[in-house]
């Protein structure tokens, strides 16, 4: 395939070429491979802790006598209210996970101040933290003692109306999370006029993606991470990026001699000029994203996998065996919530590592797709560096996580699908060190 040009379509493949993972001493130096693992390989390791530790939670408020005694004593007070009795004990359950969860959180904050990737100091840490879990509370109280109110009483068809129901809802937090849960948590504004501006939305031309606007989030006032995405469907559709992701460096200083001023100033503008070859390949990957549908398509998914698993779960609260491992009368009971909320736990573990492959190829197609775009494996690689220093990946990442978890090819991989396009079009290994180890320019 070539690169694509303006007024050409770009070739959408199913199939992407996907290598193995290069050595990362082959792209990194030494220290900053070592830099990335030693933030990263802890942050793994307190995650598994704290999914543990919430697993264990659940169990024991499900299927322990104590929890099963504390769990009936919230839902006691409700006084026989069935929907009041569910409500009460989602809530409890939600707020004892969010209490044991809270360690960790503030643990993996200490760590990104530590390691400068925290920006935000720790009222506004805990600001976001309250939000966010209260977000999570209303998203998990209401449809879960709805479906529960829903069996009690036992309507004709419920399942399937709580399925349909559910499904609805994934779709609707599709369209309405852009405009009401983002900017709970971040400002945006558009992306001011000028060359980059034209630049994106002559590639979105190009890539015959229809985009009003591509929006700015203020990540730098809580990170320094690099990011951007996008989200939403149909009129709500954006696409995101980091504040962070447009830093550029200051100009030469009014004091500095002429001649050093002008090689100063033009250092500054062939790095600005690199920052813009950068962020335009990265909107090329969001921009590609869209082209292929995939939020509309991860919704659909969504919404059809939620319907599903109420379906499921009305099922095997149905089956003798499962009430009597969860001590509960059926699906009906206030005392089900955190054997819901467990058997939905364990349900998204076994589910991941499918999910898990989704992400990884559409993120590997769309990383292709930037590639044919721009034609440039050079810059493709510089922005791999950047997001792995700057974001702190793991670039020794271990094999079964990455299966279970990874939404995104690890670095190296992307890096060798560069040079592999590289390759493939006769244009040199863009972005490879002259010797094993060195640090890219």
């Known amino acids: 395939m070539e690169p ?3 007024g050409r379509a770009v070739t959408w493949r199913w199939r992407v070429p996907r290598p193995p993972p290069a050595d990362p001493l082959q792209a990194f130096s030494r220290e900053e491979v070592e830099v990335c693992v030693s933030h990263a390989k802890p942050r793994q390791r307190w995650g598994l802790v704290a999914f543990a530790v919430d697993l264990l939670l659940l169990a024991a408020l499900a299927l322990t006598a104590p929890g099963r005694c504390l769990v009936a004593w919230v839902a006691g007070l409700a006084g026989g209210f069935v929907p009041g ?3 009460l004990t989602v809530t409890a359950v939600v ?5 044991v969860g809270l360690p960790f959180s503030l643990r993996a904050y200490r760590q990104d101040r530590r390691d400068g990737l925290a920006t935000q100091r720790l009222g506004g840490f805990l600001g976001d933290w309250l939000k966010s879990r209260g977000v999570a509370l209303v998203l998990t109280v209401l449809p879960l003692a709805g479906l529960i109110a829903a069996a009690h009483w036992h309507p004709a068809g419920y399942p399937w109306v709580a399925a349909a129901v559910a499904a609805l809802l994934v779709v609707v937090l599709g369209l309405l999370g852009p405009v009401v849960l983002e900017p ?3 400002r945006f504004a558009p ?7 034209e630049r994106v939305l002559t590639l979105a031309a190009e890539m015959r993606v229809p985009v009003h606007d591509v929006l700015v989030s203020d990540a730098s006032r809580r990170t320094t991470r690099v990011n951007a995405y996008v989200s939403g469907l149909g009129r709500t559709r954006r696409v995101v990026v980091y504040d962070t992701l447009l830093a550029g460096e200051g100009s030469a200083s009014a004091g500095e001699g002429s001649a050093r001023a002008g090689e100063a100033q033009a250092t500054h503008d062939d ?5 813009q070859d950068e962020v335009a390949l990265v909107l090329a990957h969001e921009l590609a994203h869209v082209r292929h549908r995939d939020v509309l398509f991860g919704t659909v998914a969504g919404a059809l996998g939620t319907g599903g698993a109420v379906l499921l779960v009305s099922w095997l609260l149905e089956q003798g065996w499962m009430r009597d491992w969860l001590h509960v009368a059926g699906l009906g009971d206030p005392l089900v919530a955190p054997g819901l ?6 349900g998204g573990l076994l589910l991941a590592p499918l999910a898990s492959a989704v992400s ?3 993120e590997a197609r769309a990383d292709w797709v930037a590639l044919e775009v721009s034609g440039d494996p050079g810059t493709a690689v510089a922005v791999e560096r950047r997001l792995a220093l700057e974001n702190r990946a793991d670039l020794r990442p271990n094999r079964l996580l990455m299966i279970l978890f990874a939404s995104h090819p690890p670095t190296m991989a992307r890096i060798a699908q560069a040079w592999l396009w590289a390759a493939h079009h006769g244009t040199g290994r863009h972005g490879a060190p002259a010797t094993p180890g060195s640090e890219l320019g």
């Open 341 to 346: 909320l467990l058997l939905g736990a364990v």
């Open 271 to 275: 790095r600005a000029r690199e920052r």
């Open 4 to 6: 694509a040009v303006a």
């Open 360 to 362: 990884r190829w559409s």
């Open 85 to 87: 009795g569910a409500a």
């Open 95 to 99: 707020l004892a996970q969010a209490l």
């Open 184 to 186: 709970m948590f971040n």
């Open 191 to 197: 992306l001011e006029a000028g060359p980059l501006r």
